[in-house]
């Protein structure tokens, strides 16, 4: 079992940056996968990044490459995700999740959710 906390939402003006964080229980947080999804009003939820267990490989949604970092310290048992130069259209609710699962990029490959965190970037 592992249970996903997500921190550090919030209102930024267009151009800024947010951290947002994800804090894991569970002893086996090493063996996962982790990933950050988004959704925002009227649409379904998004990938955005994953990072594998090693660390050593990490995944973007082309809309935020170059822009946004995904980072993980286990021995915190928290993953991050460092977004700069942010844009209206990154306004969404942003999900951790974890998985045990090759396929990092799929929504149904997570078996466990934090309960979100609201970004909102002003124009």
């Known amino acids: 079992q592992v249970q996903l906390v997500e921190s550090g939402g919030g209102l930024v003006q267009a151009g800024g940056s947010l951290r947002l964080s994800c804090a894991a229980s569970g002893r086996t947080f090493t063996s996962y996968a982790m990933g950050w999804f988004r959704q925002a009003p009227g649409k379904e939820r998004e990938f955005v990044a994953a990072?594998?267990?090693?660390?050593?490989?990490?995944y973007y949604t082309d809309s935020v490459k170059g822009r946004f970092t995904i980072s993980r310290d286990d021995v915190k048992k928290t993953v991050y995700l460092q977004m700069n130069s942010l844009k209206p259209e990154d306004t969404a609710v942003y999900y951790c999740?974890?998985?045990?699962?090759?396929?990092?990029?799929?929504?149904?490959?997570?078996?466990?959710w934090g309960q979100g965190t609201q970004v909102t970037v002003s124009s």
């Open positions: 999740a974890a998985t045990l699962s090759p396929r990092l990029l799929i929504t149904t490959s997570y078996d466990y």
């Open positions: 990072i594998r267990w090693s660390a050593d490989i990490t």
